[in-house]
């Protein structure tokens, strides 16, 4: 019986990653803060599908706007780790990140109860120490990765990856990995964005067209897989503009057609880890 899983995952940033980023003016501020007026429209769209999402929030949104938080956590989304400021795991020292990793987990446990049990890197770039100090504490899976599309796999730590050199591949750890792809991710096909440093990103895609590129993602999976999770990225001040917020709905009512099955990142990772028990104990 083929299952396809669709994780719909939304990161939560407010204005962490502009501040992150040097984007402290008020028209940056306000723009970050926009998500404050999408998040009721996305939780009804939810609801109206039933449908539970995940979504990483940085501690300093948590903790800036917790009003825009908790109404997501009350309807029983998963709340999963983003950092605290948003910046870059790659760009900090061990003990830097490691004070990421503790300062939000303690806004995710001051506002949800409990501590994360999934993380995204701001930007998705992971530092050499990073799948160490998740393991530390106590995170299950990690989704910044992009070694494959449909199936989750073990995050490796240790690699060697030096210029003149093969690749020294390092050891298999217990973080489940579940992948992620810029092209699956609204943010890059819709947000534009003048940084400080003068580049600029184009964004500002036309959306059917960008709705056609992620049903063809989903529609590829069933083809070549029986199993498969598939992950969405979006941002709430990003895919809620009125002609997004409408391309997400007819994409879930596309996924809805084409058989997935959403879930949270949590219960897909325990619905894969349960799966590879099954195939482990069938081998037997
Ligand atoms: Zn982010």
């Not at 992971?126 to 070694?147: A, C, E, R, T, V």
């Not at 599309?149 to 690749?167: N, S």
């Amino acid at each position: 019986m083929p299952r396809h899983i669709v994780c719909l995952t939304f990161d939560h940033d407010h204005v962490s990653g502009l501040i992150a980023r040097g984007m402290t003016s008020p028209t940056a501020i306000s723009r970050g803060e926009y998500d404050i007026v999408v998040i009721p429209r996305l939780i009804a769209l939810l609801e109206r599908y039933g449908i539970k999402a995940t979504f990483f929030t940085p501690g300093h949104t948590i903790d800036s706007t917790p009003g825009a938080v908790t109404p997501y956590v009350e309807a029983g989304h998963e709340l999963a780790h983003h950092g605290w400021t948003h910046r870059l795991p790659v760009n900090l020292s061990r003990d830097e990140e490691e004070e990421e990793i503790v300062r939000g987990n303690e806004s995710i446990k001051r506002i949800s109860g409990r501590t994360a049990r999934g993380y995204r890197s701001p930007a998705w770039d992971l530092s050499p120490h990073s799948i160490d100090l998740l393991l530390k504490h106590g995170i299950q899976y990690d989704s910044s990765l992009m070694g494959n599309d449909y199936e989750c796999y073990y995050a490796r730590q240790g690699d060697v990856a030096e210029l003149m050199k093969p690749l020294v591949r390092g050891h298999e750890t217990a973080l489940v990995e579940m992948p992620i792809s810029w092209s699956l991710d609204d943010y890059p096909a819709f947000e534009y964005m003048r940084l400080p440093n003068g580049s600029v990103q184009q964004g500002l895609m036309n959306a059917t067209a960008v709705l056609e590129n992620f049903v063809d993602d989903f529609t590829y999976m069933t083809r070549v897989c029986d199993y498969g999770i598939l992950t969405y990225t979006f941002h709430p001040h990003v895919i809620g503009r009125g002609h997004r917020m409408m391309m997400l709905e007819r994409l879930i009512q596309r996924l809805i057609e084409g058989g997935a099955v959403f879930m949270t990142m949590e219960a897909a990772m325990q619905d894969w880890l349960a799966r590879r028990r099954g195939i482990a104990k069938a081998a037997e």
